[in-house]
Structure formats: structure tokens, C-alpha cells
């Protein structure tokens, strides 16, 4: 079946570490997305990408960072930037306009 | 910037209620508004609306989207304890990136 697979999901860091998510489709969308929730927060963009080896900021970028070398694999790394990483992270893809996203269904990040 | 207000952003009710959720936006290109169901992880696809009037129907379910007045309602008839989910609202505002602006979402608890 094609969908969106996240890893893991569940993931403690300690204060300091970089951590990486990882989000793998097999649905052939060219365009893909990650997003952090918070409670009472809703759904903000963190970074997406169109095309392989290419990726754009969306408005919380400031300590993540991502890479998209294959088509199918967009992870996000978390670093030590970034101040409150405790959050439920959701990545997505899309075929194109006329279409909504597929979800993954998450990474919950605690940092302890 | 791009802005998807949702109210209320909690609502308790109890089964057999009808309940209706409210979206408004401020994009600069508005090309379609969607909404989706989150229960625990993962959201998942309501409806898409594109046209002002035309209502979209399924199951209990039903939206409609005015674009003079910039606000689309997501109405559940018959509530059920299993329609207790946070509800969001998203709006693409044009452009070639494919990504999704979201409001910060209605939570829904249908009470027995």
C-alpha cells in the first residue's frame, strides 16, 4: 500500500544532541513537507521541498535543517539550535495542487 | 502573510448535536481550502473546496466555502462520540510550492 512512513515514534533526546527524523513515501509525490504541532499551535511549516536536492525555508526553520537526495526520503534533523524541540512533528507529501497532502503519522520528540 | 483563523478552538457537545466550525483566511492568492480530521496522530482528508456555494457532502459531514467573504464551515449533523477529533483548516494560496497554510484547529469532544 503507498503512504507516508515516519521513524520513529517516539524519540527522547537529551539537552545538547542532534536527532533526526525520518519520513520515507511511496507515492511517487514530487512535493513534500514538514510540519511541527504544538498544542494550541496548530500546524506551522518548518521546511518543504519540490524537487530532489532542492528545499525552502517555511516559517520555522531556525534550528532544523533537511536534505532530499532521493525522491522518496525527506528527513529532518533537529539540532541543538533549535531552543524548545519537544513537539509532535508530521511530515507530508503532495502530488500536485488540485490535490490535499498525505501524512505520516508522526514523531513525538521529548527532550529530557 | 498568510492567515487561517479557526473558531471555536474548543467545543464540547453532546451526541445528536449538530455542530458547526467556522474557518476565516487572509491569503494573498487563494487557489483551494481544505479540511481535515486529526484524532490521534496522522490528519486525514476531509474536503477540498475550490468554488464559493457548492457544498461538499459525506456521510454527516458537509462544507461550503464563500470566497467573498473569505470563510468556509465545516457542519457535523448527528454527532457521534467517534467525531471527537481536532478539525483543521488549511488554505494554498497559489504559487508553485504546493504548501498549506493551516489555522490552529477546532477541537471536538462529543460527549455520550
Known amino acids: 500500500d503507498g503512504g507516508i512512513t515516519q521513524s520513529p515514534k517516539y524519540l527522547f533526546r537529551k539537552e545538547g544532541q542532534n536527532v533526526t527524523l525520518s519520513c520515507e513515501q511511496n507515492l511517487n509525490h514530487d512535493a513534500m513537507y514538514w510540519y511541527r504541532q504544538d498544542p494550541g499551535q496548530g500546524l506551522r511549516l518548518i521546511y518543504y521541498s519540490q524537487i530532489v536536492n532542492d528545499f525552502q525555508k517555511g516559517d520555522i526553520a531556525e534550528g532544523y535543517s533537511v536534505s532530499r537526495e532521493k525522491k522518496e526520503s525527506f528527513p529532518l534533523t533537529v539540532t541543538s539550535a533549535q531552543k524548545n524541540p519537544t513537539a509532535f512533528y508530521l511530515c507530508?507529501?503532495?502530488?500536485?495542487?488540485?490535490?490535499?497532502?498525505?501524512f505520516g503519522s508522526g514523531t513525538r520528540l521529548t527532550v529530557v | 502573510e498568510d492567515k487561517v483563523v479557526q473558531s471555536p478552538l474548543s467545543l464540547v457537545v453532546h451526541e445528536g448535536d449538530t455542530v458547526t466550525l467556522n474557518c476565516s483566511y487572509e491569503v494573498t492568492n487563494f487557489r483551494s481550502l481544505l479540511w481535515y480530521k486529526q484524532e490521534k496522530k496522522a490528519p486525514t482528508f476531509l474536503f477540498m473546496l475550490t468554488s464559493s456555494g457548492i457544498e461538499k457532502k459525506s456521510g454527516r459531514l458537509s462544507s461550503i466555502l464563500d470566497k467573498k467573504e473569505l470563510f468556509s464551515i465545516l457542519n457535523i449533523t448527528a454527532t457521534q462520540t467517534g467525531d471527537s477529533a481536532i478539525y483543521l483548516c488549511a488554505v494554498d494560496s497559489g504559487g508553485s510550492n504546493y504548501k498549506l497554510t493551516f489555522g490552529k484547529g477546532t477541537l471536538l469532544t462529543v460527549n455520550p
Open positions: 507530508a507529501s503532495r502530488p500536485h495542487e488540485k490535490s490535499g497532502y498525505t
